[in-house]
């Protein structure tokens, strides 16, 4: 029996009938998900789980639901393992007695077809056929009152049912519940897999829906927007000066970027210059630099705009992955310079570099920045001068680590001219995300950056993902805004279906 995170707490097969024999089974069923639930609104304050689901499953292809594994130690979990071993011990003893006793035979059986059943696809009739016959309760409660219920043919039975049903992944999982002979272990062999099973079908029936539950949660959350502004109608006070900021940036030439260590042999890359040149205003442009200006955003300014509150905790959490990058990605380009392009073309000990750095950055959470960054200086130093020695290369003199360990613990401070570049490099990055996408964005990295490509991407589509759905979700309001900032001569009409 497992457990699953309860992001969707949906309705159980077997719940209506609880009982003492009744064992936990994990998972939602496939009649569970297409079952009516509420619409997902972000901006009431109340908001159901169903409608968490619509929402996060629509922004994020790579939603799915997954066990839930509690840690061993703790109360929950020791409670757990505590209650279904004294449910598996019972019904040891009830088949043992003499004569023995099926009551909760009974019960697992009901619960095993019910499960067999909601994984079954409507074409699958034949099947189900077979199912309900070879599981016929009223037949089994027969031979169960005459102590002739089978209950190792029959788990045999449902063995070769699941080897039909399951994904592959689960294939052989279910091969290793052949050899088992024991019918407690065997039947709580089935369970466990079984949740698994319910789960694959539930993730299944989740992607099979991503397209219709976005398109649910756009319309939806569009017009409870609409509903609230024909209230309030200064609604979109604040979103109109954000826009109007973003456009004002746009037309701003862009600061010219300080020297780093590494300045003189990086090129800007084309797609990058062409997304960060200066061109007409457009929609799509200025609700980039729009949604970039929102990762730099005054914790002390009020004035957020009212179309993105609801995803505020999400921006944050995004801003803090940026500064933590900028961090990340400084360290190694100034690492670099020290230590030379011999050391640095080993990829392990980038990774080993990286892994290191990223720990240590953790601290900067909890403790005064100089302290942590002196620690990761340190650290750092310490394994380039470690690294040098195992290739046989030369070490760093003393003033080369003096001034390398000055360099780093510098990183953080807002002038540092390394931090100012880089930091300017990565939302580079992010605004070609917006307007050329992200792996497009990836072939062409700005300088210093190559290092974080992994990291760069995992950030490049959280962020296109949420700002791709607020503008499905506000693009008309966002237009209506808009033709008030942008000259019609500007061709802003061309542009009003990309929104």
């Given amino acids: 029996m497992t457990d699953v995170e309860e992001n969707v707490p949906l309705k159980d097969p077997g719940d209506a009938e609880s ?5 936990e089974t994990s998972g939602p069923t496939r009649e569970d998900m297409s079952s009516p639930k509420d619409h997902p609104f972000r901006l009431i304050d109340t908001v159901n789980d169903v409608s968490k689901l619509s929402k996060e499953s629509g922004m994020n292809h790579d939603f799915h639901m997954e066990e839930k594994v509690l840690p061993p130690s703790s109360l929950e979990g020791r409670v757990k393992e505590t209650t279904h071993n004294a449910f598996w011990d019972h019904l040891e003893k009830q088949l043992l007695a ?22 079954l696809l409507p074409r699958q009739n034949r099947l189900r056929s077979e199912i309900e016959e070879a599981l016929d309760m009223n037949l089994l409660k027969q031979e169960a009152e005459h102590g002739a ?7 045999k039975y449902i063995l070769s049912t699941m ?16 050899n088992v002979t024991d019918p407690v272990r065997l039947l709580r062999g089935i369970f466990q897999v079984l949740g698994l099973m319910k789960m694959d079908m539930v993730n299944y029936t ?18 409870k927007f609409q509903e609230l502004l024909n209230k309030q109608p200064s609604l979109l006070d604040h979103t109109t000066k954000w826009l109007t900021r973003a456009a004002a940036d746009l ?7 300080p020297d780093t260590p590494d300045s003189s042999s990086v090129v800007c890359p084309s797609p990058s210059e062409a997304a960060n040149s200066l061109e007409p205003l457009s929609p799509k442009m200025v609700l980039s630099q729009g949604f970039l200006n929102l990762l730099l955003w005054d914790p002390e300014d009020e004035e957020f705009p009212e179309t993105l509150l609801m995803d505020r905790a999400q921006l944050q959490e995004l801003e803090a992955q940026l500064r933590q990058l900028t961090i990340l990605a400084s360290v190694l380009l100034v690492a670099s310079s020290f230590s030379g392009s011999v050391l640095f073309g080993s990829p392990q000990f980038v990774d ?5 750095t990223k720990a240590l950055m953790e601290e900067l959470k909890s403790r005064p920045e100089e302290e942590a960054m002196l620690t990761v200086s340190e650290q750092v130093s310490q394994e380039i001068h470690q690294s040098l020695q195992n290739m046989g290369l030369a070490a760093l003199s003393s003033d080369n680590t003096a001034s390398l360990i000055g360099e780093l613990q510098n990183i ?5 001219c390394v931090h100012s570049v880089i930091g300017q490099r990565i939302h580079l990055f992010l605004k070609c995300c917006l307007v050329l996408g992200v792996q497009r964005s990836l072939l062409d990295l700005p300088g210093g950056l190559t290092l974080i490509e992994v990291e760069l991407a995992e950030l490049g589509q959280k962020f296109v993902s949420l700002t791709h759905h607020n503008q499905q979700v506000f693009g008309p309001f966002y237009m209506e805004i808009l033709k008030t900032l942008i000259p019609p001569a500007q061709a802003l009409e061309t542009e009003v279906g990309s929104l």
Avoid: W, Y
Avoid at 251 to 257: E, F, Q
Avoid at 412 to 416: F, G, P, S
């Fill in 98 to 119: 003499i004569p023995p006793d099926f009551s909760c035979a009974l019960e697992l059986l009901r619960e095993i077809k019910e499960i067999l059943l909601s994984l």
């Fill in 149 to 155: 219920l089978n209950v190792p043919h029959l788990s």
């Fill in 352 to 356: 080993k570099l990286k892994r290191i």
């Fill in 163 to 178: 080897t039909l049903l399951c994904a592959p992944v689960r294939d052989e999982a279910v091969q290793k519940l052949e």
């Fill in 19 to 23: 009982g003492p024999c009744k064992p």
């Fill in 206 to 223: 989740i992607r099979s829906l991503q397209p219709q539950l976005q398109e649910h949660s756009v319309q939806c959350e569009r017009a």
């Fill in 251 to 257: 037309s701003t030439p862009p600061p010219s970027c």
């Fill in 412 to 416: 953080t401070k807002k002038e540092n």
